[in-house]
């Protein structure tokens, strides 16, 4: 529901997820820490910004006792507390928690990893809303060229880090 942008839809069956989750694996499980980042990235997405930080610091604190600060479990939490943050304007408290979710997934996965080009886009979104534009359109193309390479040409992640280069581009008067 949440890739056809049905997240009114999503959003109750998300929350339903987490109590069955909660129940059964308890609270501080690693599929709870999942649910909470879903959810999360649901509620940024829908504005929700207040209620999706608390619930994606709950899932970073489970995965980083239950798995450890270097586990990819832990990228994908800072990677969306990253995009909460970013959307909240908080672009300073962001930028090194990104930084740290890309370094564990290069680490983890290697420079070419799908999981690496979502961390350089989060990262360049940064780094352009803080006027960085020749390092965001940097990492975008990295990204991009990841992507194209993991997914194909067309791709709907392809065609997202399509249109943020062009918003790049637009902003930079090229």
Known sequence: LGAKGLHKEAKPLQRRALAIDELHYGPESTEV???L???AQTLQVTNRLADAEPL???ALAIDEQALGKDHPNVARDLNTLAMVLHAMHRQAEA???IRRALAIDEEFFGAEHPNVARDLSTLALLLQATNRQAEAGTLM???LAIDERFHGTEHPTVATRLNDLAFL???MNR
């Open 141 to 143: 193309r990295r990204a």
């Open 169 to 171: 581009l637009l902003d």
């Open 95 to 97: 930028e090194p928690l």
């Open 37 to 39: 980042n879903n959810l």
């Open 56 to 58: 994606i610091r709950r």
């Open 33 to 35: 820490a999942t649910r």
